[in-house]
């Protein structure tokens, strides 16, 4: 039976009472820090808040404080991960370059910036211009150049391909930025194995965890958010 260990408070405090080095995956989608750039271009922020962006934390933020934010982030994430663990980050795809240069510094062995692409994307202002459709996500290995990949002999492209998440799987209340099961499940399936431990540290409404607990890893997650944290737990624990 898989072990859920879970924590409501802010991920660097919390991963200082992982135990080092027990970490095989990181599979995280951390506050991507748009406000403050989608403020300054005089968007409608309030709609696209309700829309797009988590309430709580590193949101907000300058681009020094948060990027001061995800390298204490990436320190942490290198004192609990495995010597060969694998990590997925999402992030915008603006922001890549910021997170392969801080992940780099701690120990991270780049692989690949890969897509994720919405196939029904909210058609917002389609007549003026390009839908917003994709997301990024960026894989390393940790101080080694590879590490557990499930291919069975199959090819895996740099692109994976959904619906956004349904309402079916939001039946424990509203995240702004929830992920589709079948996106976590992709990933922890190919990067890890049964009873290895999957850490999600920004686990929102916590997809990774029900993604990891249906695969039968053992599962970390931390949420600051008070109301996700609780809408995570209830959601984990009945996850089959
Ligand atoms: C992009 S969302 C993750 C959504 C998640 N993948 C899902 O499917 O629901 C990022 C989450 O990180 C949380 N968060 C922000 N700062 C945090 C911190 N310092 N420690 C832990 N969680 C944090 C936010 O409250 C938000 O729920």
């Known amino acids: 039976m898989a072990e859920v260990k879970l924590y409501n408070q802010d991920c660097i405090n919390a991963m200082k009472e992982i135990e080092e080095s027990s970490v095989d995956l990181i599979l995280t989608d951390p506050p991507y820090n748009l406000g403050n750039f989608m403020k300054n271009r005089d968007t409608n922020?309030?709609?696209?808040?309700?829309?797009?962006?988590?309430?709580?934390?590193?949101?907000?933020?300058?681009?020094?404080?948060?990027?001061?934010?995800?390298?204490?982030?990436f320190k942490a994430s290198a004192k609990v991960m495995k010597k060969g663990g694998s990590m997925i980050v999402f992030m915008a795809i603006i922001k890549v370059e910021t997170i392969i240069r801080l992940a780099?510094?701690?120990?991270?062995?780049?692989?690949?910036?890969?897509?994720?692409?919405?196939?029904?994307?909210?058609?917002?202002?389609?007549n003026l211009?390009?839908?917003?459709?994709?997301?990024?996500?960026?894989?390393?290995?940790?101080?080694?150049?590879?590490?557990?990949?499930?291919?069975?002999?199959?090819?895996?492209?740099?692109?994976?391909?959904t619906s956004v998440t349904g309402n079916g799987e939001r039946k424990y209340g509203k995240h702004p930025t929830q992920k589709p099961e079948s996106l976590m499940q992709h990933f922890v399936d190919l990067l890890s194995n049964p009873e290895e431990c999957v850490l999600d540290p920004f686990?929102?409404?916590?997809?990774?965890?029900?993604?990891?607990?249906?695969?039968?890893?053992?599962?970390i997650g931390v949420e600051l958010d008070e109301t996700y944290f609780n809408m995570a737990s209830k959601r984990i624990k009945e996850a089959k």
Do not use: C, Q
Not at 203 to 219: E, H, I, Q, W, Y
């Open 45 to 73: 922020l309030k709609k696209m808040r309700e829309n797009f962006f988590g309430s709580a934390g590193w949101d907000d933020m300058e681009f020094g404080d948060w990027e001061k934010a995800m390298d204490d982030f």
């Open 104 to 126: 780099e510094k701690h120990g991270f062995y780049y692989k690949t910036t890969g897509i994720w692409h919405k196939t029904n994307p909210m058609p917002r202002n389609m």
């Open 129 to 161: 211009h390009f839908v917003n459709s994709t997301e990024a996500w960026i894989y390393f290995t940790y101080k080694t150049r590879t590490g557990t990949f499930n291919n069975d002999g199959a090819m895996f492209h740099d692109f994976v391909e």
């Open 203 to 219: 686990m929102g409404s916590g997809t990774t965890g029900v993604a990891a607990k249906r695969l039968d890893r053992n599962f």
